[in-house]
């Protein structure tokens, strides 16, 4: 059995989700945050040194990193659905979306975020967090202009990897100002493994 070292409101919930698409017999071992620190608490250390989450368990192995899971987990459980096939023309444009997710798409939003709780006035720090973000999320509307999903026509480990990104965008009240991406987040919202994540991270957040 999988098991899930779940904290609340994190990228872990991205990992819910496809679980759930997998089909495949899991465990969530539940984490709450700091109420006013919104740090994860000390227990998750003993998991893993740096006490973040997501982290999987399975057969003695301990899993770090969203895109390291869900390419971990991928791979094993269903490549064929979830991936297209390595010597396919669309498998270097997955890896990239893949990690893009954690890489260019998350700075700047983790950015606004720090600077949105500080609450002191920046010299430099929100305006480039601003502009990042807009050149970043651009180029995610652009890309997505005419699909369905990031890749092959159809729901990819690049798409669990990216739905917490529209989902911070969203909260900032800024993903109607990208209607490529707003369309996509109805479309990851069609799959009833979505609500199913939302669900469960409701009951344990």
Not at 8 to 14: G, T
Not at 40 to 59: F, N, R, T
Not at 107 to 114: G, N, S, V
Request: no cysteine.
């Amino acid at each position: 059995m999988i098991i899930l070292h779940h904290l609340n409101q994190s990228r872990s919930k991205r990992i819910i989700w496809l679980l759930e698409e997998l089909g495949v017999e899991y465990k969530i071992v539940p984490y709450r945050r700091d109420s006013v620190t919104f740090l994860a608490p000390p227990e998750l250390k003993l998991i893993h040194p740096l006490g973040k989450s997501p982290v999987i368990e399975e057969q003695g192995r301990v899993i770090t990193e969203s895109g390291a899971i869900t390419e971990y987990l991928i791979s094993k459980y269903a490549p064929e659905k979830f991936a297209p096939s390595q010597d396919s023309e669309e498998y270097v444009e997955y890896l990239q979306w893949l990690h893009f997710a954690e890489s260019s798409a998350a700075l700047p939003l983790l950015l606004k975020t720090f600077v949105a709780k500080d609450g002191a006035p920046t010299n430099f720090l929100a305006d480039y967090a601003e502009v990042e973000l807009h050149k970043v999320m651009s180029y995610v509307d652009q890309s997505l202009d005419g699909k369905r999903y990031l890749v092959a026509d159809k729901l990819t480990g690049a798409d669990f990897m990216m739905s917490f990104i529209v989902e911070i965008l969203s909260k900032f009240g800024l993903v109607d100002r990208y209607p490529n991406i707003a369309r996509y987040a109805q479309q990851l919202e069609s799959h009833d493994s979505w609500h199913t994540a939302q669900a469960l991270e409701a009951q344990h957040g």
